[in-house]
Structures are given as structure tokens and as C-alpha cells.
């Protein structure tokens, strides 16, 4: 099982306010390949159900950035918690 504490050090080192990390970036960062389950929107969008605890969430969480499955599935758009200005990506 992939350590998500390194993707949480990765994205507490960032300085965007927003960015993308494809798939196969994130499996980088962790050393280890994400499961089949992080293909779907539900895995990784952290306010889609908040009380649901699951590591990969509370990384983002703890880094200070909401996660989202691009629509394609290729990666995960991080926005930072605090941001000013917020886009709806389709």
C-alpha cells in the first residue's frame, strides 16, 4: 500500500495556489502505484464526503489542498484550501 505521507510532504512544499499531477506523477512521488480505485472521481475528490477518512484524502487535507479527478482520468487537480480565486474546470 503506497505511503501517502510523501504525497502529503510533496504537496506542503508546493507554492501554487493550483496544479495538476498526472497519474503516473503522483505513483512517482510515492514510489509505489496507486490502486485501480484512484481511476475513480470518488477516491480522490476530498469534499465529496468529508467524513470519510481515507489516507489519500487526509494527505491533501493535511497539505492544505482539495483534490480532483480530471474528467479524463489522467490525473488530479490540487487547489489550494485558501485560494482566492476559484474556476470551475470542466
Do not use: N
Not at 496544479?19 to 485501480?36: C, K, T
Not at 467524513?51 to 489522467?74: F, H, N, S, V, W
Amino acid at each position: 500500500m503506497p505511503d501517502y505521507d510523501l504525497l502529503r510532504d510533496h504537496l506542503s512544499k508546493q507554492t501554487l495556489d493550483e496544479f495538476v499531477l498526472s497519474m503516473d506523477e503522483i505513483e512517482a512521488i510515492l514510489d509505489d502505484a496507486l490502486p485501480r480505485a484512484s481511476f475513480r472521481a470518488s477516491w480522490w475528490e476530498t469534499e465529496r464526503a468529508p467524513d470519510e477518512k481515507m489516507a489519500q484524502r487526509e494527505a491533501c487535507i493535511a497539505a492544505g489542498y482539495i483534490a480532483t479527478r480530471l474528467p479524463d482520468g489522467t490525473g488530479v487537480r490540487f487547489r489550494k484550501k485558501t485560494a482566492k480565486s476559484v474556476r470551475k474546470w470542466v
